[in-house]
DNA sequence: TCGCTTGCTGAACGATCGTATAACAAGCCC
DNA sequence: GGGCTTGTTATACGATCGTTCAGCAAGCGA
């Protein structure tokens, strides 16, 4: 009688992006306080030892999982862009909306972005990660802004204030989502939206 | 020779007011995976065990902490509001710069909302708190915006969409205060809010 | 001055944390 | 099929966590 094998081997890329699903599991339910070691390794079904074998730390996968969170939620924001059609008021309509829509508008979402938040002052490449990904989103929205006619000399400022805007909403949206009615919070942003692409001119 | 007390006894409610501000310092200094008992006491220079016969547990005093930073946040706007004089333009932009400026626009500060927002799905009665900080706030708001002409037909929503932006413009300063100039967050702040108060006209 | 209340200390407890490491074994290569 | 690489496990370690509690002592009232 064979005995099945008592673990698999996998290829440290695959490995590697299992842990870090898992990571973002145990984050989105159980906080930053509860992604331990031993806990990410349970969810991931492997033992505790594989992620400092893979990581080297934890606090290493917490920042890998950052980086690939931050990933799947701008291509999240480009699919919801391409979906918009060539309109430029419907492409930057969908690109600022779609933070406040499922499944980015996710309070399990919060709850790791809160993990990464109580890094950046601690860890330097953590501060690093959260600038890129700040810049990232302002540059996408700078240019569909420019699409729809905002004034150059005031780019900066209106871009500014819709990621403020955008990311305010989504914040208060994900602490306590029976403040707004449904899709309440994305067509506030919407409407806002003229409001502010025309300050300044 | 007489010997000076090993220690002084202390009012009940003086000791708990000086375990919250240790609280909000340490708080403020290691963050929320630094606030732990024996940390807080030393910083209130107390045993550990003091802060379970004052409060129970950790939890209990994070609590506390928060709604009494919570509500040093809301005596400054309210002097800030009214350190603006009578007019009804400068007593708003008063109260929603005065958030975006020091003593508020502080990254220690930062520290210790997040460590409140980690709280927030884990425990219901911090959700109350914030909910109820949230409330406030937007209550000012819109008293100052009706000062300010807002049609009362949009005044919700012009003000979940300023209390977004102030928010917003707060996260992102306090997080990287680098990205803006010496006031230029306050500035964008101010700058938008005509804008905002004219939607729905 | 004595006793009593109680704020307070400090040690101890069990649980859990992150990490290191030696032994094991899966699976490829020759 | 035998050897070798290395992904993986399991254990152990020291540190630190939150909490408990028996006892000390500060300071007030009688």
């Known amino acids: 009688m064979a005995s099945q094998p008592a673990f698999r081997r996998s290829d440290p890329d695959q490995r590697r992006a299992s ?3 898992a990571c973002a ?3 989105a ?3 930053a306080a509860g992604a331990s070691v031993r806990a990410i390794a349970l969810e991931a079904g492997v033992s505790p ?3 400092g074998h893979h990581f080297g730390g934890v606090d290493t996968l917490i920042a890998a999982t950052y980086a690939q969170v931050e990933e799947q939620v701008a291509e999240a924001l480009d699919r919801a862009v391409a979906a918009a059609g060539p309109d430029p008021r419907a492409r930057l309509e969908a690109y600022v909306t779609a933070s406040l829509l499922p499944p980015i508008a996710d309070s399990e979402l919060l709850s790791t972005w809160i993990a990464f938040w109580s890094l950046v002052r601690a860890r330097s490449e953590i501060a690093r990660l959260h600038d890129e990904q700040y810049s990232r989103f302002r540059a996408g929205l700078e240019a569909l802004l420019i699409e729809n006619g905002a004034q150059p000399a005031a780019l900066r400022r209106i871009a500014i204030a819709v990621t403020a805007l955008v990311d305010g909403l ?3 949206l994900c602490l306590s989502p029976q403040t707004f009615a449904e899709g309440e919070a994305a067509a506030i942003a919407r409407d806002s939206l003229p409001a502010l692409i025309s300050t300044g001119r």
């Open 19 to 21: 842990l870090i699903a």
């Open 25 to 27: 599991r145990v984050l």
């Open 29 to 31: 339910r159980e906080g």
């Open 49 to 51: 030892g594989l992620i």
């Open 170 to 172: 989504w914040l208060e």
